[in-house]
C-alpha cells in the first residue's frame, strides 16, 4: 500500500510510520509547508495513494491564550478541511482516509460508547466536534472514512507518559486531584495496530473510541505507574497548583471522561493492552 500521513512528525505519526513501513508499504509524509500549497499540490501527492492518514494538531497541554486556541482549532479543523476538499477533488481517490479526533469531544460525567452524544460543553469539546464535522464533510464513495477518537496515548518515547516520568521517579509523582476523575488511556502499539486494521479491513467505516477497554481513574493509574518503577505515590497535586501553571488547560488533567471502544471490539479489533499494569510493564520495564 502506499500510505500519506499528516502529522508524520509527532509521537503517533513516527509511530504509525514505522509500522507501516516495516509491513513493506511505501509512506509519504504530508509536511506543513505541503499544506501551504493548496488543494492541486495535495492532489499529485496523493495520487496513487491507498490510504490518508490525518494525525495533524498542535499540542493541547498548554496555557489556552487567544492565540494558542487558535492554533490548536486552525491545526486541527483547517488541515482536516483542506485535506478533505482535495480528497473531494479527487478522480481516483485514497481508499481509506484515517482521521484523528479524541475523547475530549464527551462529558465527564457519563460513560461513553461511539452513540453516546452527552458532548462536554468546553473549548476541547468543540474542537473535537469540529473536527469530525470537517472530515465528515467527505462526499460518498470518495473514501471509506474511519474517525479515531484518542484516548491519552501511552509511549515510553513522548507523551504524557513520559512526561510523568522524572517526578514519579524522583518520588514527587502522585494523583491529581481527588484522583477519581477517569483516565481515558491507550498504548501506542495498539493505536499503530488499530490503524493498521483499519486501513485493511472493509469493515472499518465511522466513528471508533481508540482507548483500552480496562478502565482506570488516575488515583488507579497513578498507584500503576508507581509500582512499575517501584516508587511511592504520596504526594497530591492540587488542582490550584495545576490551573496557576496551565489555566483552563487544566481541565484536561482534572476531569476525564469514561470511554469504552464498543465498535472496535464489536468489529474484532484485539488489544494486545487492554490492561493498565500490563501496558506500563511493556513500556517501562520489557524495553
Not at 72 to 98: A, C, G, H, K, W
Not at 230 to 241: E, K, Q, Y
Request: overall charge positive; charged content about 15%.
Amino acid at each position: 500500500m502506499k500510505v500519506a500521513i499528516c502529522g508524520y512528525s509527532g509521537l503517533i505519526g513516527q509511530a504509525v510510520a514505522g509500522l507501516f513501513g516495516a509491513q513493506g508499504h511505501q509512506v509519504i509524509a504530508i509536511k506543513r509547508r505541503d499544506l501551504t500549497q493548496g488543494v492541486e499540490h495535495l492532489r499529485q501527492m496523493l495520487s496513487g495513494t491507498d490510504v490518508l492518514i490525518n494525525l495533524a494538531g498542535a499540542p493541547i497541554l498548554r496555557r489556552w491564550t487567544k492565540s494558542g486556541k487558535k492554533q490548536i482549532y486552525d491545526s486541527r479543523i483547517l488541515t482536516t478541511r483542506l485535506l478533505t476538499e482535495t480528497v473531494n477533488s479527487m478522480v481516483l481517490s485514497p481508499s481509506v482516509f484515517i482521521s484523528a479526533s479524541a475523547v475530549g469531544i464527551y462529558n465527564n460525567i457519563d460513560v461513553h460508547d461511539e452513540f453516546s452524544s452527552n458532548f462536554a460543553g468546553g473549548f476541547l469539546s468543540e474542537v473535537c466536534q469540529a473536527w469530525e464535522a470537517e472530515a465528515l464533510q467527505l462526499k460518498p464513495g470518495k473514501s471509506r472514512l474511519v474517525i479515531l477518537r484518542f484516548g491519552v496515548v501511552l509511549s515510553s518515547k513522548g507523551g504524557a507518559l513520559k512526561q510523568m516520568l522524572l517526578p514519579f521517579r524522583m518520588g514527587l509523582g502522585g494523583r491529581i486531584g481527588s484522583g477519581k476523575q477517569a483516565f481515558p488511556w491507550v498504548h501506542i502499539n495498539d493505536v499503530t495496530a488499530a490503524m493498521f486494521w483499519a486501513a485493511q479491513n472493509p469493515i472499518a467505516k465511522g466513528i471508533y473510541n481508540l482507548t483500552a477497554p480496562g478502565l482506570v481513574t488516575n488515583e488507579v493509574y497513578t498507584k500503576a505507574l508507581a509500582n512499575t518503577i517501584n516508587r511511592p505515590a504520596l504526594l497530591p497535586i492540587p488542582v490550584w497548583a495545576l490551573r496557576l501553571v496551565f489555566g483552563d488547560a487544566s481541565d484536561v488533567l482534572v476531569s476525564g471522561q469514561h470511554v469504552v471502544p464498543q465498535r472496535l471490539l464489536a468489529d474484532g479489533f484485539v488489544f494486545s493492552f487492554p490492561l493498565i499494569h500490563d501496558a506500563l510493564g511493556d513500556l517501562l520495564i520489557r524495553r
